[in-house]
C-alpha cells in the first residue's frame, strides 16, 4: 500500500455511490460495481485491487445495510435490506448515508459520532 490518503473516507465514498446509484431494496448490485465507480472518481489508492475493498464491503453487511445474497470467487452480489437516506454528521462534516433501520452512527472510520 502506499501513503495515499483519500479525501472522503472509503466507506462513505461506498455509501453515497450505493445511495446514488443503488438505493432500491429490489436492486442488486456487486462489490465490482462499486468498486470500478471508486477507480473512475479517483480518489482511491490507484495500486489497490478490488480485495483490498472487501472488509468494506464485510462491514456494510455487519452494520444491517445489505446482505449478501451470492459470492463468485472475489464478486460479492449485494442486495439492501432498506432504503437509505442522506445526513450530515457535524463531527466530522461530512455527508452520510445510512439505511432505514441501521443505528445513527456516523459510518466514518474515524468519527462514529451520533447523528
Known amino acids: ?14 455509501r453515497k455511490i450505493i445511495f446514488e446509484k443503488y438505493n432500491d431494496i429490489d436492486n ?7 468498486f470500478d ?3 473512475t472518481n479517483g480518489d482511491l489508492d490507484p495500486s489497490w485491487i478490488i480485495d483490498d475493498t472487501e472488509s468494506f464491503f464485510n462491514d456494510l453487511c455487519d452494520s444491517g445495510l445489505a446482505r449478501n445474497i451470492a459470492q463468485n470467487f472475489t464478486t460479492m452480489y449485494l442486495k439492501l435490506f432498506d432504503p437509505m437516506e442522506k445526513f450530515y454528521c457535524d463531527a ?10 441501521e443505528e445513527r452512527i456516523c459510518p466514518n472510520p474515524a468519527c462514529k459520532s451520533s447523528i
Open 1 to 14: 500500500m502506499s501513503d495515499f490518503t483519500p479525501t472522503i473516507p472509503i466507506p462513505l465514498q461506498i
Open 28 to 34: 442488486r448490485f456487486t462489490n465490482d460495481d462499486i
Open 37 to 39: 465507480v471508486l477507480k
Open 92 to 101: 466530522c462534516e461530512n455527508d452520510v448515508y445510512l439505511g432505514i433501520s
